[in-house]
T-cell receptor, first 113, second 111 residues
Framework: GDSVTQMEGPVTLSEEAFLTINCTYTATGYPSLFWYVQYPGEGLQLLLK?????DKGSNKGFEATYRKETTSFHLEKGSVQVSDSAVYFC????????????FGQGTRLTINP | EPEVTQTPSHQVTQMGQEVILRCVPI?????FYWYRQILGQKVEFLVSFYNNEISEKSEIFDDQFSVERPDGSNFTLKIRSTKLEDSAMYFCASSADYGYTFGSGTRLTVV
């Protein structure tokens, strides 16, 4: 079945460091790919998405490129801030049927000043 | 921007009691969902609902759970005879085409 694997957390970085959170997926067909962010005590917010191969999603300085050849959708940011501290979830969406989102296990990111 | 609204934000219930979690999806969305996140774990799909019936459900969604769209705006998740392991954050979501929106969640604590 469909699945998403994220790099193990937690990840702790200093402010202004470069961030990469790895995400790979297994799916039949060509799913859409997403990154969601969950700030402490809050719900899930869509951070960015890509719907086809080679698409790059971007938002708030974060980027991720849909790589079909490596089945990956790694999240990157060039210079992180303390306010980026959150849990990040990679997810895929099957195009057919009821559009069920399949989530990775989440990566907790802590940015120290 | 349209929102998915969930109530209550936090519910505490005794083991064995029934709870109903409520959601108001975005009005022009056609698909409705419930997801669950046990503390510190991944977000798990429970059920999807389309055209007034369940379109898909996970193995978690057993006979203890049911969903209903009692009127044109609400979408509810009922958990009968709650267990301690039902303690989790429950997220409602709705979608249309590729637009997927989550509510802010209901934290259910079973004691």
């Amino acid at each position: 079945g469909d699945s998403v694997t994220q790099m193990e957390g937690p990840v702790t970085l200093s402010e202004e460091a470069f961030l990469t959170i790895n995400c790979t997926y297994t799916a039949t067909g060509y799913p859409s790919l997403f990154w969601y962010v969950q700030y402490p005590g809050e719900g899930l917010q869509l951070l960015l998405k890509a719907t086809k191969a080679d698409d790059k999603g971007s938002n708030k300085g974060f980027e991720a490129t849909y790589r079909k050849e490596t089945t990956s959708f790694h999240l990157e940011k060039g210079s992180v801030q303390v306010s980026d501290s959150a849990v990040y979830f990679c997810a895929l969406l099957r195009i057919q049927g009821a559009q069920k989102l399949v989530f990775g296990q989440g990566t907790r990111l802590t940015i120290n000043p | 921007e349209p929102e998915v609204t969930q109530t209550p934000s936090h519910q505490v219930t005794q083991m064995g009691q029934e709870v109903i979690l409520r959601c108001v999806p975005i009005s022009n969305h056609l698909y409705f969902y419930w997801y669950r996140q046990i503390l510190g774990q991944k977000v798990e799909f429970l059920v999807s609902f389309y055209n007034n019936e369940i379109s898909e459900k996970s193995e978690i969604f057993d006979d203890q759970f049911s969903v209903e769209r009692p009127d044109g705006s609400n979408f509810t998740l009922k958990i009968r005879s709650t267990k301690l392991e039902d303690s989790a954050m429950y997220f409602c979501a709705s979608s249309a085409d590729y637009g997927y929106t989550f509510g802010s969640g209901t934290r259910l604590t079973v004691v």
